[in-house]
T-cell receptor, first 108, second 113 residues
Framework: EPEVTQTPSHQVTQMGQEVILRCVPI?????FYWYRQILGQKVEFLVS????????KSEIFDDQFSVERPDGSNFTLKIRSTKLEDSAMYFC??????FGSGTRLTVV | GEDVEQSLFLSVREGDSSVINCTYT??????LYWYKQEPGAGLQLLTY?????DMKQDQRLTVLLNKKDKHLSLRIADTQTGDSAIYFC?????????????FGAGTRLFVKA
């Protein structure tokens, strides 16, 4: 069964550093998404991506965040200058309902 | 804005049925989902139901949807210790930005042997 792959599974970074979270979505899907889950809290929508551009974003997705699909295969989420409160599990989703296993980001 | 509410905890004995309830506010939901999350793991799609259906059965899982009351439930028959996890209810609406999914806070299911 096709699956969404995320790397790395765990990333530790220093506050202020840039991080790039990577996802390989399901190849024939058209929409891709990023969600985050702060420890013990709800899974929250960040952004949806269609036809190489952002189609919708939440208020969480500020100027520190960006997404791109650089090579038609990978789908990345970049956080430009990480803050402590960015520590969370970040999930990539493909097609609307298929989620990756997540990247746990820890900002120290 | 849209919201999904579910109770935080449920404890059952092994072999009993578990029923996890959820309410949502968005009347234009297209799909309603149940996801399972084990400790430290990702979101596993358990089952989903179209908003124009009342019921869906998939092996031990039964999903009931009351669209009028915006109430969704997941029944797990013959609950096993391996079913212990957090279960997320989610509703998804198709708009110009694709599917936007709103999750509940999750119900932690404890199964006692």
């Amino acid at each position: 069964e096709p699956e969404v792959t995320q790397t790395p599974s765990h990333q530790v970074t220093q506050m202020g550093q840039e991080v790039i979270l990577r996802c390989v979505p399901i190849s024939n899907h058209l929409y891709f998404y990023w969600y985050r889950q702060i420890l013990g809290q709800k899974v929250e929508f960040l952004v949806s991506f269609y036809n190489n551009e952002i189609s919708e974003k939440s208020e969480i997705f500020d100027d520190q965040f960006s997404v791109e699909r650089p090579d038609g295969s990978n789908f990345t989420l970049k956080i430009r200058s990480t803050k402590l409160e960015d520590s969370a599990m970040y999930f990539c989703a493909s097609g609307g309902d298929t989620f990756g296993s997540g990247t746990r980001l820890t900002v120290v | 804005g849209e919201d999904v509410e579910q109770s935080l905890f449920l404890s059952v004995r092994e072999g009993d049925s578990s029923v996890i309830n959820c309410t949502y506010t968005d009347s234009s939901s297209t799909y309603l989902y149940w996801y399972k999350q084990e400790p430290g793991a990702g979101l596993q799609l358990l089952t989903y139901i179209f908003s124009n259906m009342d019921m869906k059965q998939d092996q031990r899982l039964t999903v009931l949807l009351n669209k009028k009351d915006k109430h969704l439930s997941l029944r797990i028959a013959d609950t096993q210790t391996g079913d212990s996890a957090i279960y997320f209810c989610a509703e998804s609406t198709l708009n110009t930005g694709g599917f936007k999914t709103i999750f509940g806070a999750g119900t932690r299911l404890f199964v006692k042997a």
